[in-house]
């Protein structure tokens, strides 16, 4: 049952992966992933950039009728490689996906679900688990939920930002379970409001060195505290629908 009237439209869900060359070898695994699971996305866009010599190496890929490849000659810091969805997504919901992991095959299906029986949240983390472990049928039949009115209160007592993010430390503190900030899931219109950083423009976290923990690095965090501050249309829920590569 739908909370509220869900334009369909919305519903056209995009998988975004910023990429380094690096990372192509894990690609072909990722996409043949997304495509097996009961929901398959409408578009795989992968966002190569910092270096295209190696471009042709994701030919292959093409042979999957929703992959589109859009390469960037030139470099790009990983914030801006990931606000270039703003670019390429006509709508719907945008899942973000580190091309050195691997996703949930039913990721798809959990976060278009959460969105249509949640029409007031734009934001979404999810939990994961490390790659070699399992994410049984068990893991994803009861989940909590923690909405953006509770997240505020535990990430910004002091109603201050960036004060109160950066004492907290890091994003997902106080959860029971771990928090990927950097598989992000959003409404397209939240990229109209909040927009992936530079390096020399993070305000929470010391760009030098990236800082990193639980997988999250400086970029995700920052994106991820600007939402609740700057829409509080965020919640964190304890599906793991990702497998991090340590």
């Known amino acids: 049952m739908l909370d509220g009237y869900f334009d369909p439209m919305r519903l056209k869900t995009t998988v975004f992966i910023p990429t380094i060359p690096n990372h192509f070898k894990y690609l072909e695994n990722i996409v043949q992933t997304y495509n097996t699971g009961k929901v398959i996305p409408d578009e795989i866009i992968i966002s190569a950039a910092m270096d295209n010599s190696d471009i042709h190496q994701l030919d292959h890929l093409k042979q999957y009728d929703n992959v589109r490849i859009e390469p960037y000659f030139g470099k790009l810091e990983v914030g801006p490689n990931r606000q270039r969805a703003k670019e390429f997504v006509d709508g719907g919901i945008i899942l973000y996906q580190d091309s050195d992991d691997l996703p949930c095959k039913e990721r798809v299906y959990w976060v278009r679900k959460f ?98 923990y639980k997988g999250a690095y400086a970029e995700d965090a920052e994106f991820c505290f600007d939402c609740i501050w700057k829409l509080n249309k965020s919640a964190i829920i304890s599906l793991p629908l990702y497998y991090y590569r340590k």
């Not at 907290?168 to 029971?176: E, P, Q, R, T, W």
């Not at 900030?181 to 305000?203: F, H, N, P, T």
């Open 115 to 212: 969105f249509q029986e949640n029409s007031d949240i734009s934001v979404l983390n999810h939990s994961y688990v490390f790659m070699g472990n399992e994410i049984s049928d068990e893991l994803l039949k009861s989940y909590q939920i923690i909405f953006s009115p509770e997240l505020r209160k535990l990430y910004f007592p002091n109603n201050k930002y960036p004060d109160d993010a950066k004492r907290l430390g890091c994003y997902g503190k106080y959860m029971s379970f771990p928090v990927h900030a950097g598989a992000v899931c959003i409404k397209r219109d939240v990229l109209d409001s909040v927009s992936w950083k530079r390096m020399r423009e993070y305000q929470i976290f010391n760009p030098l060195p990236l800082y990193s």
